[in-house]
């Protein structure tokens, strides 16, 4: 599925302080995960946001991203959001940037919704299982 110029005025934007794990965003992105704006402002937990993908893209969210904080490389991946009232099917594009000793610091991108995406798995809302992330620590050394 690819990216159009019809969706730039629905984009979201988000920035994640990994070492922090404090996740930013803008209102597109506060609306697309029912958060509402000052949360986002304030900041959420990576944590909270994987609670809001559906069971079965969650975990392959979560291991997309955990790549992409490896490796640095850009990515882009399609998933459901519940929101707390309906589900969205959203397309993030995204980036782990990495400070000069090579650890990874800020996660970056933007989002959008993609109804047109076709459901990939079967959607069920019930379970909230937040994905356990490993926290990083600047005394953990760089990033391979």
């Not at 993609?114 to 620590?137: A, C, E, I, M, Y």
Request: charged letters at 20%.
């Amino acid at each position: 599925m690819a990216f159009s110029e019809n969706d730039v005025p629905n984009l979201g934007f988000y920035n994640w302080n990994v070492v922090d794990n404090c996740l930013t965003g803008d209102v597109i992105f506060a609306s697309l995960y029912g958060f509402t704006l000052d949360e986002v402002v304030r900041g959420v937990t990576i944590e909270d946001v994987m609670a809001r993908i559906i069971p079965g893209d969650r975990e392959r969210v979560a291991f997309e991203v955990h790549t992409g904080i490896l490796s640095g490389e850009a990515g882009s991946t399609c998933y459901t959001v519940f929101d707390g009232f309906c589900l969205k099917k959203v397309m993030s594009i995204g980036r782990c940037l990495h400070d000069t000793t090579g650890l990874p610091s800020f996660y970056t991108g933007t989002i959008f919704e993609r109804p047109d995406r076709q459901q990939d798995v079967p959607t069920n809302v019930s379970g909230h299982n937040v994905v356990p992330f490993h926290r990083l620590s600047r005394l953990d050394g760089p990033a391979p």
